[in-house]
């Protein structure tokens, strides 16, 4: 069974990593959990209640990660998904989901992207010139690091494929995974 990535870590959004987490399965891959370290993590659900003009976190499921970044050979893996919430902010200068980002961007694999995920690969210089769909309070982190921001449900830019919020999964996931299932059939 092919082994693709989701990258979480404290504060992952619940729904932009249990949809896709989920769907992996379904279409015959194994989702490997990964983090800055091998242990559970607490992942949250974030909505703009009513009244509201910023987000509002509360405590959604926890998740174990399978595997640390620093254990990560990235050539084992068909592909990756940064999910979003609050971790991207704090994990993306970890060296080695740097060094991890780096490989599947320069390799050419299927990518997904969600939300705050897009702090990841912006981060690790890889989405210069890309254009990407992210949450809208994120633009800035895409665009002052070279990307293109496109306010839509999808954004396919060759093997990157990304959506703004948990809202969008219904839109980016399976044009994700039918990358993945051409990745895996070109093997």
Known sequence: MHKVLIVIGDAAETLDTMYP???L???GFQPVVAAPEKRQYQMVMH???PGWTITKEWEGYTLNADVAFSDID???YLGILYSGGRAPEYIRYDPDLVRITKHFF???KPIGCVCHGVEIPAYADCVR???MATVAKCRFDLEVCGGIFVD???VIDGNLVSGRTFHDNGH???PWIKLLEEQRQAL
């Open 152 to 154: 839509e449900p999808c």
């Open 106 to 108: 320069e390799a050419n």
């Open 74 to 76: 990235p050539d084992d």
């Open 47 to 49: 909505e703009v209640k």
């Open 21 to 23: 987490f989920y769907r």
């Open 129 to 131: 010139g890309r254009k």
């Open 25 to 27: 399965i379904e279409s």
């Open 172 to 174: 980016y996931v399976g």
